[in-house]
Structures are given as structure tokens and as C-alpha cells.
Nanobody, 122 residues
Framework: QVQLVESGGELVQAGGSLRLSCAAS????????MGWFRQAPGKEREFVAA????????KYADSVKGRFTISRDNAKNTRYLQMNSLKPEDTAVYYC???????????????WGQGTQVTVSS
């Protein structure tokens, strides 16, 4: 079992920045891929970014390329999502998740955090 806890979501103005954190614990997850997803009201959960444990594989959704950066601190078992130049359309609940493969499809991820709300005001 892997436990994931997100933090860092809050209300921010358009053009601002936020950094989300995802702390992982439980079973060793050195082989796991960690991903970020988001879900806005009335919409399906969508992929945002993902990285392998060693950083050798990184993937971003087109909608966030150049604005969001995924990073890791293996010593702290934590992944981060730095979000810059935020837009109102980035408003959503953001979830971190883990899986054992280099995939971006939500249903292929095994473990999920509880989510953290990001609201971007115009």
C-alpha cells in the first residue's frame, strides 16, 4: 500500500504561482511513477504531469507545458508541482497518484491522494 497526501492548494489570482506537494509513505515506491491530475466541476479527471521515480521520464499535458514543472525530493518521498502563470481555467481539485508504469491514463493509476483545491480568480 502507498499513502499519498497533497497540500498547497489555495485561492490565487490569475498570473500567480502555487506549489503543490505530494507526500508519499508506505510500501517502497522506488519503481513507481508519480502523476498529477485535476478535475474541475462537471468535467472528467484529466492528466496534468507525471514523472518516474528517477526523473528519467517526465510528461506534461499540452495545456500546462511551459507553465507547470514537476519535481521530486526522493529523500523526503515528496513530489512537487510548481504552477506558474496560472489561469482561471486551471481551477480544479488537484490529485497526485502513483502507478508502476509510464502511463498518463487515470484509471491505470493505483493509489490516489485526497486532492487539494486550486482556485484561480480572474
Amino acid at each position: 500500500q502507498v499513502q499519498l497526501v497533497e497540500s498547497g492548494g489555495e485561492l490565487v489570482q490569475a498570473g500567480g504561482s502555487l506549489r503543490l506537494s505530494c507526500a508519499a509513505s508506505g510500501r517502497t515506491f522506488s519503481t513507481y511513477v508519480m502523476g498529477w491530475f485535476r478535475q474541475a466541476p462537471g468535467k472528467e479527471r484529466e492528466f496534468v504531469a507525471a514523472t518516474s521515480w528517477n526523473g528519467g521520464w517526465i510528461k506534461y499535458a499540452d495545456s500546462v507545458k511551459g507553465r507547470f514543472t514537476i519535481s521530486r525530493d526522493n529523500a523526503k518521498n515528496t513530489r512537487y508541482l510548481q504552477m506558474n502563470s496560472l489561469k482561471p481555467e486551471d481551477t480544479a481539485v488537484y490529485y497526485c497518484a502513483s502507478t508502476s508504469g509510464t502511463v498518463v491514463t487515470p484509471h491505470l493509476y493505483d493509489y490516489w491522494g485526497q486532492g487539494t483545491q486550486v482556485t484561480v480568480s480572474s
